[in-house]
């Protein structure tokens, strides 16, 4: 079965490398978009922890931040982690992972355009379920869709 | 001739034997025995049939409504099991379903649309060859349905093409759809090659 890697042993061990810059939070661990690429390569080329799998990403749009949430897998272990990173509202870009993780690639995209959070570095960011043109971005709190809903 | 002892029958009595076969012969030959070629006059009652262009092609076109596989979203589902023995859509010569378009005559509209996919339903309509014929099937298709606010989603099929039969449901059930089918083929009936569509 699937295993939850213990936070606070996380932390203390990433502490080590990263002083302040990863700290637990809630159900996961929190870090930086300027450390993220570090961290993200770190879990996953450090034996014991050996994260080769990219099991989703999310983002959450906060009342003053976006959040991106990285649910790693190891297939190895059979354990589980999640990282977050803040990312400022007015300046949403974030490095992207697709270097790292293949599958960071089409998620990233997806986030891109339904959130427009920019990722730094990612090989190909453009639309991905929505058309090139669209106003907006719809998974915004902040969306109004008046011109394309049926206005009824 | 018969030998009764050694006596010879009477010349009378061959008379009378005579006779008696041609009064046989006779009461069976009072009808002449039809010419060989007499079959043709009825078998041409029993095979030529009299009707209308029209009729006869409307009959052809509703008796084969071949559908193009473009479906987008769950009613698809209700269409296989329509399509599938407990339905069966082989009784109105449906069952032959189209990958193209070119040899489609029917579009079952299925689901939700949304505006990333409308281009191609759109020329998938076009590229059919008349006469053709679209059928709006559950609410997504009708109206976009529950869906209809939303920024990506086409707020009923006949904002692209025009639709000739409209099936409520979510999903209609496939008894619906046969009811919907059924209400299409009426109505090929009345069109005429004469007029447009």
């Known amino acids: 079965m699937t295993t939850e890697l213990s936070i606070s042993d996380t932390a203390a061990r990433l502490k080590a490398h990263f002083g302040e810059g990863v700290a637990p939070a809630g159900d996961g661990l929190a870090t930086s978009p300027e450390l993220l690429p570090r961290v993200a390569g770190y879990l996953r080329d450090t034996a014991g922890f050996d994260f080769d799998f990219l099991d989703m990403m999310a983002a959450v749009d906060y009342a003053d931040r976006f959040e991106l949430v990285y649910r790693l897998l190891s297939l190895k272990h059979n354990h589980t982690l999640t990282l977050r990173v803040n990312c400022d509202k007015n300046k949403a870009v974030v490095p992207s992972l697709a270097g790292l993780w293949q599958g960071a690639d089409l998620q990233e995209r997806e986030i891109y355009d339904l959130f427009g959070i920019s990722f730094n570095g990612h090989p190909n960011l453009k639309r991905i379920v929505l058309w090139e043109g669209f106003e907006g971005h719809p998974l915004r709190k902040d969306f109004k869709d008046g011109a394309y809903g049926a206005g009824d | ?197």
Request: proline share 6%; hydrophobic share 40%.
């Open chain 2, 1 to 197: 001739m018969e030998i009764e002892g050694e006596r010879l029958i009477s010349a009378e009595e061959i008379d009378r034997h005579e006779a008696a076969g041609i009064e046989a012969l006779r009461a069976a030959s009072r009808e002449p025995i039809p010419d060989p070629d007499a079959w043709l006059s009825t078998e041409i009652k029993r095979n030529l049939l009299f009707t209308t262009v029209d009729y006869a092609i409307n009959w052809a076109r509703t008796s084969s409504l071949w559908t193009l596989i473009a479906f987008t979203a769950c009613c698809t589902f209700e269409f296989i099991g329509t399509s599938s023995s407990r339905f069966d859509i082989a009784r109105f010569g449906m069952e032959v379903v189209r990958a193209s378009p070119r040899q489609a005559d029917l579009l079952i509209c299925g689901g939700t649309l949304t505006w990333k996919m409308a281009p191609q339903i759109k020329r998938l309509y076009d590229q059919m060859a008349e006469p053709k014929w679209v059928v709006a099937m559950g609410a997504c298709a009708i109206s976009g349905g529950i869906f209809r606010d939303s920024y990506a989603v086409v707020p009923g099929y006949n904002r692209l093409v025009p639709v000739d039969v409209y099936i409520p449901g979510c999903p209609p059930r496939p008894e619906a759809l046969l009811a919907g089918i059924e209400q299409l083929r009426k109505k090929i009936r009345k069109e005429s090659i004469t007029q447009r569509r």
